[in-house]
């Protein structure tokens, strides 16, 4: 009793010496006005009790935090230590990148943010624990010449030396050899993160960030922390900065940026039909963004595909599009049957769907209207209408490849017999690269597409990850976009305003000669 | 002064264990002991392999191919890499010096060495790893903060600590998702894993009844009541039955 007397009083003491500091991390800790926050826009996902179980969370995967673990991914902290105050509000405030969790920052006042992250503390006996005061590392600030090639050079020397490849792959698209067993702490099936695309990152995707991310690891998931290799001196701070800065260089310089129409020039010659074509460097490639198809039954939840890279050329009769999507695997892969298990298992569906015995392929498609629409009206964008058919493109990792048809809704496919369409793919270290071809004008005028020049034609996308637990309608789609053929530039463009020019300065002429002669 | 002595016995102790490389049972020679054997029944239940095609250097480790090590039944039909220890009926006030010597865990074959381990709270776990490839050390401790570190090469060494019991953590590596190890964090010495002849040997225990617990990974727990006295010696065997 003595003891604890003596303790309470030491506690005391020393939390009125703190109180300052107190006051400057977390200012106001009121958990009563936290709970409220929390329970209004936090317990759906995470759960009443704060251990990531609310409602939402069978649908999610990544899973929501469990709270009562105080297990964080993105901290300041190294391997194992509680976050910080200011890690858990930058959670808040930025969210998580890549997962269901949005940013707080714009949407609740500061004192709510402060009041709810107090209150998540408050799920974890560890952060009552009043001897564990979590401290952040000290980071370095990135050396000099992060671009250059020879930075990048020992970057990727480190990248390959550490083992960044067992999970994230090669090329960086999170398809090591190791990809198709990672789990989390709660057994949950999770994707080692494709480093092409850093918008993502779930901590963030600048140097900084990549590197801060090396230095701690990211708790609850299979990702190390790798700060114990400098203090064993297996490489120095400035290599570890060159890792980050050449994970950073894998993906573009800014997030891409959805643009609605597609343009497709025209080519003198022949149409690249080949998926890595040289042709290929040239042409402009667009981003289109796909999401869970959430809207009939079987819904998906947890799409593995998140974007496609799509590029369009043609020639005076014939159409190429090339559609480039990062895939971590290349399906049908028994590697990955346990993986499909364990994400069937996870996400909640409209339907109990068992483990398949065989693999599945991975599949895309690409939808037209079955005719160029005159005004806005276009068919339903999820595989059209008994009504309003939609003309459609679709590949198969396996089997026949390409094929065409028209679909009548989700449920009706009718494939063409004769397809006339091309189709080659490739995969290569975590990507796939499809190329369709196809005439411009075709015979059978009642069931596929005529294409014309200087027009807007609706064009949409589908994917679907046979070793994520996608098929059917369990699958990524996208929204309408447009597809434009250009024309080339004919020589009246340029012509034109030469011609105007002159005729506008003789007239000016005409009138000056008129008015001069009046007077 | 007092305090010096102190440090340099504990020292001392510490080189001596070091030395003759005792079991945590004796860290306090005097007192009472439990001993037995875990017997196995049933049919013997085999492992699955365990592809290493991945790791050559792991692989090329091994003549037969690499097995788990779920469930081990040893050739005298007992049963190893069960955590036996004392669950309840130690002095609510007793405390116990971690030994200075670190417990040690290798990492070799893409394997861990052992598998099933314990450690007194305070005391150093120094990982080790024997392989030319990255392992990562996950420890998925609940009522300890858990940890995730790398060791890309062979020789490196981290050391971690424990701060609270905790039976078990699971130890497991991602790059390699065969491996796993087990952990039993205790805040008293008297614990042992059985090893290849399924005995094992609890010394030091001060009179008194206890619970004892033998863990294993796949056939869970059974507990037994004992009652030593003195410096007496009991034996107490426990049986695990396939399933």
């Known amino acids: 009793m003595i003891e604890r007397a003596l303790v309470v009083r030491i506690v005391f003491v020393l939390g009125i010496a703190s109180f300052p500091f107190l006051v400057s991390r977390l200012p106001a800790q009121d958990t009563t006005a936290g709970k409220q926050v929390y329970g209004k826009w936090c317990a759906g996902c995470h759960g009443d009790n704060g251990a990531g179980d609310g409602e939402a969370a069978p649908y999610m995967l990544p899973r929501p935090r469990d709270f009562t673990g105080a297990i964080y991914q993105i901290r300041s902290t190294g391997s194992g230590e509680l976050p910080t105050d200011a890690d858990l509000l930058r959670a808040i405030d930025q969210g998580l990148p890549g997962t269901a969790m949005p940013g707080w920052e714009t949407r609740l006042s500061d004192r709510e943010r402060r009041d709810v992250a107090a209150y998540l503390k408050t799920f974890s006996s560890f952060f009552a624990d009043t001897t564990i005061r979590p401290q952040a590392l000290q980071f370095s600030g990135a050396p000099g010449g992060g671009g250059s090639a020879d930075a990048l050079r020992i970057g990727r020397q480190f990248y390959d030396s550490i083992g960044c490849r067992k999970c994230h792959g090669d090329r960086g698209r999170g398809d090591g050899p190791s990809a198709a067993t990672l789990k989390d702490d709660a057994g949950m099936p999770i994707f080692a993160a494709d480093l092409t695309e850093n918008w993502r990152f779930n901590g963030g995707g600048t140097a900084e960030d990549i590197y801060h991310r090396l230095r701690t690891g990211l708790d609850g998931t299979p990702m190390p922390s790798f700060s114990d290799l400098l203090d064993q001196k297996f490489l120095t701070d400035e290599q570890l900065w060159r890792v980050a800065q050449y994970v950073r260089s894998l993906s573009p310089a800014e997030p891409p940026v959805v643009r609605d129409v597609i343009h497709a020039p025209q080519r003198q010659g022949q149409l690249p039909r080949a998926p890595d074509d040289s042709a290929w460097a040239a042409v402009e490639a667009y981003w289109f963004p796909l999401v869970g198809q959430v809207i009939r039954k079987s819904r998906w939840f947890a799409p593995a595909v998140s974007g496609v890279w799509v590029q369009a050329v043609h020639t005076r009769d014939s159409l190429a599009l090339r559609i480039v999507w990062d895939d971590r695997s290349q399906s049908p892969d028994t590697a990955w049957l346990a993986h499909v298990g364990r994400v069937l298992g996870a996400v909640a569906s409209d339907d109990s769907i068992p483990a398949p015995a065989q693999p599945w392929p991975d599949q895309l498609a690409v939808q037209f209207p079955l005719t160029i629409p005159q005004g806005m009206e276009r068919p339903y964008f999820l595989m059209g209408s008994a009504s309003a058919p939609v003309y459609q493109w679709r590949w198969s990792s396996a089997g026949a490849g390409a094929a065409e048809g028209v679909a009548r809704g989700v449920d009706r496919f009718d494939p063409r017999p004769a397809s006339s369409l091309g189709g080659q793919a490739v995969y290569e270290a975590g990507q796939w690269r499809l190329v369709f071809t196809r005439a411009l004008a075709t015979p059978d005028t009642s069931s596929q597409l005529q294409f014309r020049t200087g027009r807007a034609i609706p064009v949409a996308f589908f994917a679907l990850d046979g070793s994520n637990g996608e098929r059917g309608t369990r699958m990524a789609v996208s929204t309408w976009y447009f597809l434009a053929l250009d024309e080339p530039t004919p020589a009246r463009v340029f012509i034109s305003p030469v011609v105007a020019m002159a005729l506008t300065l003789a007239f000016g002429m005409l009138v000056v000669w008129r008015a001069r002669r009046r007077v | ?243």
């Not at chain 2, 492992?47 to 040893?74: G, H, L, Q």
Request: charged fraction near 15%.
């Open chain 2, 1 to 243: 002064m007092r305090r010096l002595g102190i440090i340099a016995g504990v020292a001392v102790v510490g080189v001596l264990g070091g030395l003759l490389a005792v079991r945590p049972g004796d860290a306090a020679p005097q007192g009472a002991s439990v001993t037995g054997r875990v017997r196995f029944t049933g049919t013997k239940p085999t492992n699955p392999r365990i592809d290493m095609s991945e790791e050559a250097a792991c692989k090329n480790k091994y003549t037969t191919p690499p097995t788990a090590e779920t469930a081990v039944v040893n050739a005298n039909g007992t049963l190893a890499n069960v955590f036996v220890y004392v669950k309840t009926g130690l002095p609510a006030d007793a405390k116990y010096q971690a030994p200075a010597t670190p417990v040690v865990i290798d990492q070799e074959g893409c394997r861990y060495h052992p598998h099933v381990l314990g450690i007194m709270v305070g005391q150093n776990l120094e990982i080790r790893n024997s392989d030319p490839v990255l392992h990562n050390i996950k420890a998925k401790a609940t009522k300890n903060r858990p940890f995730n570190v790398s060791q890309p090469s062979a020789g490196m060494k981290t050391m971690r600590t424990f701060s609270a019991p905790e039976v078990m953590v699971a130890l497991e590596c991602n790059v390699h998702g065969w491996m796993n190890a087990f952990l039993g964090v205790l805040p008293h010495p008297f614990y042992a894993v059985t090893g290849t002849d399924g005995s094992f040997s609890i010394k030091g225990l001060p009179a008194g009844t206890y619970t004892i617990e033998a863990w294993h990974e796949k056939y869970g727990t059974q507990t037994a009541t004992v009652t030593v006295t003195g410096t007496g010696a009991k034996t107490q065997d426990f049986t695990f039955a396939a399933r």
